[in-house]
Nanobody, 120 residues
């Protein structure tokens, strides 16, 4: 079982930056594929970014390309989401997720979420 705890959310003005962190309980977290999702009020949860176990494969949603960066620190069992040039439409609850590496897209492990609010 993997427990994920997000932090770093908050209120920021448009154009500003935030860095989200997701700390994992599992010592094998480095072998997992990690991802960030978000859910805005009244909308479905959507994919934001993903990073495979080696860091050699990274994917971003078109809406965040060039502004957000996903990264990891294996020594700290932590994955990050650096968010720059934030827009009001980035306002959402952000969740980190993880799954064992390999084929398949389902993420069985989720954090509780952290609120990001971008004011115009």
């Amino acid at each position: 079982q993997v427990q994920l705890v997000e932090s770093g959310g908050g209120l920021v003005q448009a154009g500003g930056s935030l860095r989200l962190s997701c700390a994992a309980s599992a010592r094998t977290f480095s072998t997992y594929t990690k991802a960030w999702f978000r859910q805005a009020p009244g909308k479905e949860r959507e994919f934001v970014a993903a990073l495979n176990w080696s860091g050699g494969y990274i994917k971003y949603a078109d809406s965040v390309k060039g502004r957000f960066t996903i990264s990891r620190d294996n020594a700290k069992n932590t994955v990050y989401l650096q968010m720059n040039r934030l827009k009001p439409e980035d306002t959402a609850v952000y969740y980190c997720a993880a799954r064992p590496s390999g084929p398949g897209g389902l993420y069985p492990y989720w954090g509780q979420g952290t609120q990001v609010t971008v004011s115009s």
